[in-house]
């Protein structure tokens, strides 16, 4: 079976930092992904994570440990328009579909 | 790139009846995924297609729904007959792999309301 955890709300302060965490259980994997979805628009790409280790890329930076089953997206600088549901998603093969967690919701308040 | 194309963006129907959605994929990615949003559920897999060829359809809810892929440049996800449940948002994705990259994008999706 798969299976993918995330907590299901999260707030914060304009200026700070979050950590949104992710564990997963699938049978085989290849990589992690990391998907920001606005409300009533379409999830967009934000990391994608194979090796262990932190990997950044401006504001955000996402971690892998493929040993515990466990990734986070790491938010530094928190702007308004980071209030979003974050997505965290695995694959088991490159080229299959990508299962995704029930997504975690941020809201960034001033 | 126009990225992922869905149509329509909403849809609403009256129960019993057949829906259809459309999508077009990003030009050279090589698969194609339908998703169902909801609050309840999340984002859920229902079919993905390799090369134009089905390959999971282990998340289709029932006989009701039906996907096809004539050609890479098409594909569709229709319902018959619709019900009040079936009102979601449908996502289309499609992807491609090199071995050192993957990209996965989505489209715009179809919000179905069936009343």
């Known amino acids: 079976g798969q299976n993918i955890d995330q907590p299901t709300e999260m707030t914060a302060t304009e200026g700070a930092i979050v950590q949104i965490n992710c564990t997963y259980q699938?049978?085989?994997?290849?990589?992690l992904f990391w998907y920001q979805q606005h409300a009533g628009e379409a999830p967009t790409f934000l990391s994608y994570n194979v090796l262990d280790g932190l990997e950044e890329k401006g504001r955000f930076s996402s971690f892998l440990s493929r040993s515990k089953g466990y990734s986070y997206l790491l938010l530094k600088e928190l702007q308004m328009k980071d209030s979003a549901s974050y997505l965290c998603?695995?694959?088991?093969?490159?080229?299959?579909?990508?299962?995704f967690g029930k997504g975690t919701t941020l809201s960034v308040s001033s | 790139d126009a990225g992922v194309i869905q149509s329509p963006r909403h849809e609403v129907t009256e129960m019993g009846q057949e829906v259809t959605l459309r999508c077009k994929p990003i030009s050279g990615h090589n698969s194609l995924f339908w998703y169902r949003q909801t609050m309840m559920r999340g984002l859920e897999l229902l079919i993905y297609f390799n090369n134009n060829v089905p390959i999971d359809d282990s998340g289709m809810p029932e006989d009701r729904f039906s996907a096809k892929m004539p050609n890479a440049s098409f594909s569709t996800l229709k319902i018959q007959p619709s019900e009040p449940r079936d009102s979601a948002v449908y996502f289309c994705?499609?992807?491609?792999?090199?071995?050192?990259?993957?990209?996965?994008?989505f489209g715009s999706g179809t919000r179905l309301t069936v009343v």
């Open positions: 994705a499609s992807s491609f792999w090199t071995g050192e990259d993957y990209g996965y994008t």
């Open positions: 699938t049978s085989g994997f290849n990589g």
């Open positions: 998603a695995a694959s088991n093969q490159a080229g299959t579909a990508l299962i």
